[in-house]
């Protein structure tokens, strides 16, 4: 590798002119790393910039210690939802380092071994949130690296559009530090003052990306001016907050969003079976991370009273559709179940699974984290056996009831054939897709399509490879998302 040593302000810091990518860090040895976020806050608590970041953070770290600048809205009330690790400062913009070392302080008292740190209006992408900053942590140790810097992106008056003219997209910041030791802040008093403690000599760049808010709506923009205009900030370094002369945008990718920042359904048919409607929730429940951005709920197709009746009293989450032709084919109605659920849905990504399919840990954030706006991602299935298996399926029977399953020997097999990669083609379900490139594409055809030759296509092969397909969204297995099928669950119930 080649190094260029950078000083700043008496700091030594050891910059690698190549950037890590974080797909490059697949293979890093994963060792127990404590990982404490880093926050301090003045009034940004009804923006809505601090709850995101927050969120972001519990995602990944094992703590957070936060300050409050002595906010005047509710800042410190949603602070606490977080952490218990809380300390207030006057209001003393100037004095921002000083309150960030005791800030380091509280963070230190933790025993951390490494330290992340992001303003309230600052978040990764989704690469950093879904495991790629740990990761870093783990590179660092293991190759004497003890900082870490990213590149702002600029959303600019929405979140359509990043800024890259002039300095808007040059912004390089070490925002991940090792525990050296020896970590403190050049404390004085300023604007624009070095946001990053003494103690660190090696840092490196990574592809992972910062999304700052500061500039994503109008008004956010003509505060941050008029702050600090009044901090006494002037000449180019304040009006180009506001000029637009030189405006370059670029557009801003969906996948860049972090999961926590996105609104997810998975939607579960379901139509006379209790069993499996308690299968499949309780299996749900049991190994999907849960967060409040995600929701489960069933589709009740044309049910039974019966199972009308209990999902009514044990509370679960559902929606009820009943076909204008009760007397229709079932696989037309099924179709037209899925279509509901995925239309009807409020939510940016939408995940369709079975009722007599059991989950595996990690399955839903293995296989969302390889969403993009080019693939519908399925899961890998293993399947009972009472069919034959398609492409990537694995026939091992596990159970072929509900009541059969042994859920401890299907854990240990996903323990001993999961790795993380992803193939062409695949099964079709579970399945995750973005809702709008769901409605765009029309949802699943009613019914399957009998062929001239008299072969039959699936229906939601013709929604993959005849709908999707031509849109450019390509079809993927995600081979660490592994999910058990039962097979004809319902049907034989």
């Known amino acids: 590798m080649i190094f260029k040593k950078i000083a700043k302000k008496g700091l030594n810091i050891y910059k690698d002119i190549m950037k890590i990518k974080t797909s490059s860090l697949t293979s890093v040895s994963e060792k127990p790393v404590k990982l404490v976020g880093f926050v301090k806050c003045f009034n940004e608590g009804k923006t809505g910039n601090l709850e995101r970041c927050l969120k972001h953070l519990s995602r990944f770290c094992d703590d957070i210690v936060f300050c409050d600048d002595s906010s005047t809205d509710n800042s410190l009330e949603i602070a606490t939802k977080y952490t218990k690790h809380i300390i207030v400062m006057p209001d003393e913009f100037k004095k921002e380092l000083y309150h960030k070392q005791k800030l380091l302080e509280l963070a230190l008292s933790l025993n951390p071994d490494w330290i992340v740190s992001l303003d309230p209006d600052e978040?990764?992408?989704?690469?950093?949130?879904?495991?790629?900053?740990?990761?870093?942590?783990?590179?660092?140790?293991?190759?004497?690296?003890?900082?870490?810097?990213?590149?702002?992106?600029?959303l600019w008056k929405d979140t359509k559009n990043f800024r890259t003219d002039?300095?808007?997209?040059?912004?390089?910041?070490?925002?991940?530090?090792?525990?050296?030791?020896?970590?403190?802040?050049?404390?004085?008093?300023?604007?624009?003052?070095?946001?990053?403690?003494?103690?660190?000599?090696?840092?490196r760049r990574t592809d992972i990306k910062i999304l700052h808010y500061g500039f994503a709506t109008e008004d956010r923009v003509n505060k941050k001016y008029s702050n600090y205009k009044s901090l006494g900030q002037t000449?180019?370094?304040?009006?180009?907050?506001?000029?637009?002369?030189?405006?370059?945008?670029?557009?801003f990718s969906r996948d860049w969003f972090p999961l926590s920042t996105l609104k997810i359904s998975v939607i579960c048919l379901i139509y006379k079976s209790i069993g499996y409607a308690n299968f499949v929730f309780d299996s749900f429940q049991k190994y999907t991370n849960l967060?409040?951005?995600?929701?489960?709920?069933?589709?009740?197709?044309?049910?039974?009273?019966?199972l009308i009746d209990y999902l009514d009293k044990n509370h679960f989450p559902y929606k009820l559709f009943r076909n204008q032709d009760p007397e229709e084919y079932y696989l037309k109605r099924v179709y037209r179940a899925w279509n509901f659920g995925g239309f009807e849905s409020d939510s940016d990504i939408i995940v369709f699974v079975n009722s007599d399919m059991a989950f595996s840990k990690n399955w839903l954030e293995n296989l969302l984290?390889?969403?993009?706006?080019?693939?519908?991602?399925?899961?890998?299935?293993?399947?009972?056996?009472?069919?034959?298996?398609?492409?990537?399926?694995?026939?091992?029977?596990?159970?072929?009831?509900?009541?059969?399953?042994?859920?401890?020997?299907?854990?240990?097999?996903?323990?001993?054939?999961?790795?993380?990669?992803?193939?062409?083609?695949?099964?079709?379900?579970?399945?995750?897709?973005?809702?709008?490139?769901?409605?765009?594409?029309?949802?699943?055809?009613?019914?399957?399509r009998t062929e001239k030759n008299g072969n039959i296509t699936p229906g939601d092969k013709i929604l993959f490879y005849e709908k999707l397909l031509p849109m450019g969204i390509k079809h993927y297995t995600v081979f660490d998302s592994l999910v058990y099928h039962v097979q004809e669950g319902e049907m034989d119930s």
């Open 123 to 154: 978040i990764f992408d989704r690469d950093g949130e879904s495991g790629g900053i740990r990761k870093l942590c783990y590179y660092g140790d293991q190759h004497d690296i003890d900082s870490f810097s990213f590149l702002y992106y600029n």
């Open 166 to 203: 002039e300095l808007w997209l040059k912004n390089w910041q070490p925002k991940l530090w090792k525990n050296t030791g020896k970590l403190r802040f050049d404390v004085k008093e300023g604007l624009h003052l070095r946001q990053y403690p003494l103690g660190l000599k090696m840092d």
């Open 235 to 251: 000449g180019w370094s304040l009006e180009r907050i506001k000029d637009e002369k030189t405006l370059k945008l670029k557009q």
């Open 291 to 306: 967060y409040d951005n995600i929701e489960f709920y069933f589709i009740a197709n044309d049910p039974t009273d019966k």
């Open 369 to 448: 984290r390889r969403l993009r706006e080019d693939r519908i991602v399925t899961c890998r299935l293993v399947e009972s056996g009472k069919l034959r298996s398609g492409k990537y399926g694995i026939e091992k029977n596990f159970g072929q009831t509900y009541s059969e399953f042994n859920d401890e020997k299907f854990q240990n097999f996903v323990n001993h054939i999961s790795r993380s990669e992803i193939k062409d083609g695949g099964l079709f379900m579970p399945c995750a897709i973005y809702k709008d490139s769901f409605i765009k594409s029309g949802g699943y055809p009613i019914g399957n």
